[in-house]
């Protein structure tokens, strides 16, 4: 079972090429710091600034330095049927615990057309499989019952990670599905309440600065101390919040930047953190200790 903090690790760049050295670092400094699982090329990983072969050599790389620690979650889903096939298949190749399948972005295929996608990417694989519903990002929504066609035809489909922002769409997910089926936040201040309500965990790119508090949530809540818990949850706001000051992963990774960790580059169309957001998320990184 996969569940509490799986931490999207986002993908170093130094001088315009893929950082592996620091990636494990990341890696490594995750995993010491109590984070319950990773996960890499997610959209907090820039999937879709890296080639084909780059981003087979990040999971390799990932892999390699989780070193069954924890388990292992890449993300290989694209817009592309075909190469969501093939990253899935390499994946389990080199001993992946699960896939994390975003919906097709760009193209908005129907509930039939995720259906089919979904049903044959399953079917590829002998790995378990995350759906990834991120409706602002892909401009289609997972409605509840694809999700339930998907998983009684697929018992390898085991969770969803939502990054729909609408909560009574998780609460009829959940009450649907059955609360043996992992429904993970992707959305940072939905953490505790789906975590209330029944969910697995999270996937909170808030994850990549202050690993052990994102951890630490979960902990708390199935240790049952519920107020330290929402506590936690309010304190952790204002960061969560700051990390969305423009798209993800621009903020989180001038933030790592800021800290020491990586070299903060991006790579293009997105664009470096502007002075005046970079000068609002230094005051806060300074607020919570981290700078």
């Known amino acids: 079972m996969i569940k509490g903090s799986i931490v999207p690790v986002v993908t170093p760049f130094k001088n315009g090429a893929v950082d592996y050295e620091s990636l494990t670092k990341l890696i490594n400094w995750q995993i010491e710091n109590g984070s319950h699982g990773i996960s890499v090329t997610g959209t907090t990983g820039e999937p879709t600034s890296l080639t084909f072969d780059e ?3 990040v999971i390799k790389v990932a892999k390699e330095a989780v070193n069954k620690r924890v388990p292992f979650v890449p993300g290989t889903g694209s817009t592309n049927h075909a190469e969501t096939i093939e990253l899935s298949k390499y994946a389990q190749s080199i001993g992946a615990d699960a896939i994390l399948v975003i919906t097709p972005y760009y193209n908005r295929p129907s509930q039939q057309g995720l259906f089919l996608h979904f049903d044959a990417v399953a079917k590829s694989v002998d790995l378990p499989i995350i759906l990834y519903n991120i409706p602002g990002r892909t401009a289609v929504n997972l409605e509840v019952d694809t999700v339930a066609r998907l998983r009684e035809a697929n018992k390898n489909i085991i969770g969803v990670k939502e990054s729909n ?41 808030t994850g990549n600065l202050m690993p052990k508090e994102v951890a630490q949530l979960y902990n708390l809540v199935i240790a049952n101390k519920w107020q330290e818990a929402q506590d936690l949850h309010y304190y952790m706001m204002t960061l969560n919040d700051a990390i969305f000051i423009e798209i993800n992963p621009v903020p989180v990774k001038a933030a790592l930047g800021m800290m020491g960790k990586i070299s903060p580059e991006v ?25």
């Open 267 to 291: 790579r293009l169309p997105l664009a470096p953190l502007s002075e005046s957001n970079r000068e609002k998320l230094k005051k806060i990184l300074v607020d919570y200790k981290l700078i």
């Open 165 to 205: 922002k609408d909560f009574e769409h998780i609460n009829r997910l959940i009450q649907k599905m059955g609360r043996d089926f992992l429904v993970y936040s992707g959305i940072e201040l939905l953490c505790y309440p789906i975590l209330a309500i029944g969910g697995a965990g999270y996937v909170s790119a």
């Open 55 to 57: 981003r087979q050599q």
